[in-house]
């Protein structure tokens, strides 16, 4: 069965680094596209970055254009986000989301999603 196991969340001070990854099992991962959302109490599920199948194209939202970078290693079927200038508001769970064959980035067309590991930014 599709599997997406998140790691590598923790507490960074602002303006820190954080790399985050998203192990995929039971589907052929180089074939979907991934993205990353993240979610908090008050701002519900925040789309933040997605990835095409060969991770030629990347797409991003415009609250972690310029720190945060998704990529992917088909091979190693894992998917990651490398955070930087942290942010006190980027403190959130943190899931990955596997998609269609086509790009997409509504959340509705995300069919199998991670339990999220948590990125909490605090001085």
């Known amino acids: 069965q599709v599997q997406l196991v998140e790691s590598g969340g923790g507490l960074a001070q602002p303006g820190g680094s954080l790399r985050i990854s998203c192990a995929a099992s039971g589907f052929t991962f180089g074939t979907y596209v991934m993205s990353w959302a993240r979610q908090t109490p008050g701002k519900g599920l925040e789309w933040i970055a997605g990835?095409?199948?060969?991770?030629?194209?990347?797409y991003y939202a415009d609250s972690v254009t310029g720190r945060f970078t998704i990529s992917r290693d088909n091979a190693k079927n894992t998917l990651y986000l490398q955070m930087n200038n942290l942010k006190f508001e980027d403190t959130a769970l943190y899931s990955c989301?596997?998609?269609?064959?086509?790009?997409?980035?509504?959340?509705?067309?995300?069919?199998?999603w991670g339990q999220g590991t948590q990125v909490t930014v605090s001085s």
């Open positions: 990835i095409s199948s060969d991770g030629t194209n990347t």
């Open positions: 989301a596997k998609g269609g064959e086509i790009w997409s980035l509504l959340l509705q067309d995300y069919d199998y």
